[in-house]
């Protein structure tokens, strides 16, 4: 294949979305797998709902996926500005060019009177784009609204026929022309419109593939028009096909968590959502479901992207976290663990090195509990807070037995006394007087977890005893023989 170059292209106006983010996905792949190359630029032009806080957004969860780009912002190159706000010049003189070749022509209509011939149209039934008002306007008619003060927008003059897209997902998809009103290509305040300002670029930063969401395809013929007006080559398009969720309408907000920024927020791990995302669309065959990020870039090939609609499935997307989860290394786990810890107020954003390898151990204890990173918070703050609060049920059903206080207050001398407060010491002495009193070693147990992490469920007491040391567990077991006898 040729030189392979690449682009993601988002409008800064709100956060990454699972659809941008696959779309980052397919266009890096097919860049790392081609050897080519992945420019991020910013289509910035819509100064109105561009912001650069939703620039820093969508930067954070690209590079919070893992994916990286070899031009564009922060990382620069030789095809830059990366902004198209930054780009105003070289639209204008694009521009000039159509104007002069006749391929486009100054419309003066303001808002108003586009608006008020758009609603005369929708009374009398007819079509309701654009009438073609300026599209023959004398000089004279030009120089008097020109006079009049009026700034021009630039309209592009479709011409009639056929226009077809040869799609590498797709195939052939054709479009009459006479549907396509001729479109704006520069407002009248000198900012391009998407239409044009992607050709332009796409062009000058020599983009070989435009690798898109399928929402962009009615937008294909009227790009096209540009490049054969400008007399530039046409890339090769590959439109991906939309995602629905669960209930097979497109995939929204209604469905629950749709950036990525609030996946990541609600513990989900960036190689799980890398390989759930690239499945959206793409298969290698029939069975292979868990993909390394080294198999996705050898394997990963526009032919095998469907053109059918991908449905997401968020049951699917929180057993692939699981089972990612799982196969991470404790380190790994731990440092992704510490934002959510972090988030809670349960530890500092920064933990020393003495913090983290404590973190590390406790999310060792409780992994196989996590469905998702964030579990780590509900399942083991006991480790952090200062006291526990007791889960009603729990202290109920464990606690408020008769035999309890004299156990716990039993245990805790015990355990006060050992010298090294190690798992199987802790272990032995609690087995050992549930023993020697002929009581089940559950009959101590439960009770102590309750007391000691107020819950009912936890990884393997001893162990976690071990974690929580000798003071903390002892001074929980006072707090509950405390209030045992003050009758709750
Ligand atoms: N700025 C456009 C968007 O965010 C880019 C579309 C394209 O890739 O051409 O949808």
Same mark, same amino acid.
């Given at each position: 294949m040729d030189r392979v170059r690449v682009r993601f292209a988002p409008s800064p106006t709100g956060h990454l979305h699972v659809g941008g983010a696959r779309t980052v996905l397919f266009n890096w792949l097919f860049a790392r797998h081609h050897g080519g190359t992945f420019v991020l630029r910013i289509e910035d032009t819509d100064v109105e709902r561009s912001t650069e806080a939703s620039v820093d957004a969508i930067i954070d969860s690209i590079k919070w996926l893992g994916l990286d780009w070899?031009?564009?912002?922060?990382?620069?190159? =030789?095809? %830059?500005?990366?902004?198209?706000?930054?780009?105003l010049e070289t639209y204008r003189e694009y521009a000039d060019r159509l104007l002069s070749t006749g391929h486009a022509y100054p419309c003066y209509c303001t808002p108003e009177e586009l608006e008020e011939a758009r609603k005369a149209a929708l009374g009398r039934g &007819?079509?309701? %784009?654009?009438? %073609?008002?300026?599209?023959?306007?004398s000089p004279e008619e030009r120089r008097a609204f020109e006079a009049e003060g009026r700034k021009p927008a630039l309209r592009f003059r479709v011409d009639e026929g056929e226009t077809v897209v040869r799609d590498l997902i797709r195939g052939e998809v054709r479009f009459e022309n =006479?549907?396509?009103?001729?479109?704006?290509?520069?407002?009248?305040? %000198?900012y391009p419109t998407y239409n044009f300002a992607a050709v332009v670029d796409d062009t000058l930063m020599e983009i070989s593939h435009i690798i898109r969401g399928d929402e962009h395809l009615p937008n294909t013929p009227k790009q096209i028009m540009i490049y054969r007006a400008l007399g530039f080559d046409l890339p090769k398009f590959a439109h991906v096909s939309m995602i629905l969720g669960p209930d097979r309408t497109k995939l929204s907000k209604r469905h629950g968590a749709t950036s990525i920024a609030q996946y990541r927020e609600d513990g989900y791990m960036p190689d799980a959502l890398v390989n759930y995302l690239v499945l959206l669309g793409w298969?290698?065959?029939?069975? &292979?479901q868990i993909f390394s990020r080294e198999e996705l870039i050898e394997k990963f090939t526009l032919e095998k992207v469907s053109k059918n609609p991908a449905v997401f499935d968020p049951d699917k997307l929180l057993w692939m976290n699981g089972h990612y989860l799982r196969a991470t290394d404790v380190k790994i786990l731990a440092s992704l663990a510490v934002e959510h810890l972090a988030r809670a107020g349960l530890v500092p954003a920064a933990p020393d090195e003495r913090e983290m390898a404590r973190i590390e151990k406790i999310v060792g204890l409780l992994k196989e509990r996590m =469905?998702?990173?964030?579990?780590v918070v509900a399942l083991g703050d006991f480790f952090f807070t200062e006291g526990v609060s007791y889960d009603a049920e729990a202290f109920e059903k464990?606690?408020? =037995?008769?035999y309890v206080p004299e156990a716990l207050r039993e245990i805790r001398r015990r355990l006060g006394a050992l010298g090294e407060f190690t798992a199987a010491e802790v272990e032995r002495v609690l087995r050992g007087y549930a023993a020697e009193v002929g009581r089940k070693a559950g009959d101590v147990i439960h009770p102590v977890r309750v007391a000691v992490t107020g819950r009912a469920a936890s990884p393997g007491l001893f162990e976690v005893l071990e974690l929580l040391g000798k003071d903390v567990t002892c001074s929980r077991l006072d707090a509950v023989l405390a209030k045992l006898s003050t009758g709750g």
């Open positions: 070899d031009e564009g912002p922060i990382v620069g190159g =030789r095809y %830059g500005p990366y902004f198209q706000s930054e780009r &007819q079509s309701v %784009g654009y009438s %073609g008002r300026c599209r023959h306007l =006479r549907f396509i009103d001729d479109f704006v290509i520069l407002k009248s305040d %000198g298969a290698y065959d029939a069975t &292979q =469905r998702t990173v964030k579990d464990f606690l408020a =037995r008769d």
